[in-house]
Antibody
């Protein structure tokens, strides 16, 4: 079964840091681009970041550029999101999602999400 | 950046109704348009990609059409389990913007 499982969310103070992880199983992780998408409480979906299968290409939303870093470890079938200088507006459920087409940004498999709350 | 605008923002329809949701891109995106369904409290699910290709396992009452800047998602006969928020997304290039969502309810 194709599966993505996020972890690492929690409560953090403004200015703090968190590292999210996404463990992949049931497919050849190294062949797929991966994405992070977030959803603030009661709001819509917001793309955060994408990384190509070999980490050669990385993209960020303007709202997180310079503060968040996406990475992956294909040997461990894992995707990461290092989040620094967190702000209240970063509060959201963070989903990892698999890209379904090379060099494009559509997403066909989603994890269950991990919740990040930024509050003092 | 290309903006994606959905209409309506919310919609109430009766079981068995034909329902149409539209999505407009601020610039042409060819057919690089996906539709996602998010049921209350659940994870988003890919319904349609390439504007009109049904993802495996999605009921045939769902269909998509369009190219360039104007796209539609149609549910031919609304079922109670279709209550959800629907999002379009352009996915040809970064940033892969989502529409603001359309909340669909049963009347």
């Amino acid at each position: 079964e194709v599966q993505l499982v996020e972890s690492g969310g929690g409560l953090v103070k403004p200015g703090g840091s968190l590292r999210l992880s996404c463990a992949a199983s049931g497919f050849t992780f190294s062949s797929y681009s991966m994405n992070w998408v977030r959803q603030a409480p009661g709001k819509g979906l917001e793309w955060v970041s994408s990384i190509s299968s070999s980490s050669s290409y990385i993209y960020y939303a303007d709202s997180v550029k310079g503060r968040f870093t996406i990475s992956r470890d294909n040997a461990k079938n894992s995707l990461y999101l290092q989040m620094n200088s967190l702000r209240a507006e970063d509060t959201a459920v963070y989903y990892c999602a698999r890209g379904f087409q090379r060099w494009k940004f559509g997403m066909d498999v989603w994890g269950q999400g991990t919740t990040v709350t930024v509050s003092s | 950046d290309i903006q994606m605008t959905q209409s309506p923002s919310s919609l109430s329809a009766s079981v068995g109704d034909r329902v149409t949701i539209t999505c407009r891109a601020s610039q042409g995106i060819s057919n690089y348009l996906a539709w996602y369904q998010q049921k209350p409290g659940k994870v988003p699910k890919l319904l349609i990609y390439a504007a009109s290709t049904l993802q495996s396992g999605v009921p045939s009452r769902f269909s998509g059409s369009g190219s360039g800047t104007d796209f539609t998602l149609t549910i031919s006969s609304l079922q109670p389990e279709d209550v959800a928020t629907y999002y379009c997304q352009k996915y040809n290039s970064a940033p892969p913007t989502f529409g603001q969502g359309t909340r669909l309810e049963i009347k």
